[in-house]
């Protein structure tokens, strides 16, 4: 069965820093392309950022020089690093997995449960 599960969220002020992490489990995922999702209250879910299962990212033009995908295959993880972030970076953060797919349209086969990320102003 598989399960992804996120990591990370918190609390953090504007300016601040967080990483978060998606763990896989039930697949090796060396083989998937890994994404991240957000959404806001009373919007819909977006693309952050994905990497490919060779390594390439894709980023939303918001968070571009200030956010970074990377995966560690040996652990099944995926990770956003998130910096400078701003009040309009809150939402719920969601990563995701697909063997085929690379999520700009929200098309990814494996979801998380979502980890809640509250920048403050």
């Known amino acids: 069965q598989v399960q992804l599960v996120e990591s990370g969220g918190g609390l953090v002020q504007a300016g601040g820093s967080l990483r978060l992490s998606c763990a896989a489990s039930?697949?090796?995922?060396?083989?998937?392309?890994r994404g991240w999702f957000r959404q806001a209250p009373g919007k819909e879910r977006e693309f952050v950022a994905v990497?490919?299962?060779?390594?390439?990212?894709w980023y939303t033009d918001s968070v571009k020089g200030r956010f970074t995908i990377s995966r560690d295959n040996a652990k099944n993880t995926v990770y956003l690093q998130m910096n400078s972030l701003k009040a309009e970076d809150t939402a719920v953060y969601y990563c995701?997995?697909?063997?085929?797919?690379?999520?700009?349209?929200?098309?990814?086969?494996?979801w998380g449960k979502g980890t809640l990320v509250t920048v403050s102003s």
């Open positions: 995701a997995a697909d063997l085929n797919n690379l999520g700009f349209k929200g098309d990814m086969v494996y």
């Open positions: 990497i490919s299962r060779s390594g390439f990212t």
């Open positions: 039930g697949d090796t995922f060396s083989g998937y392309n």
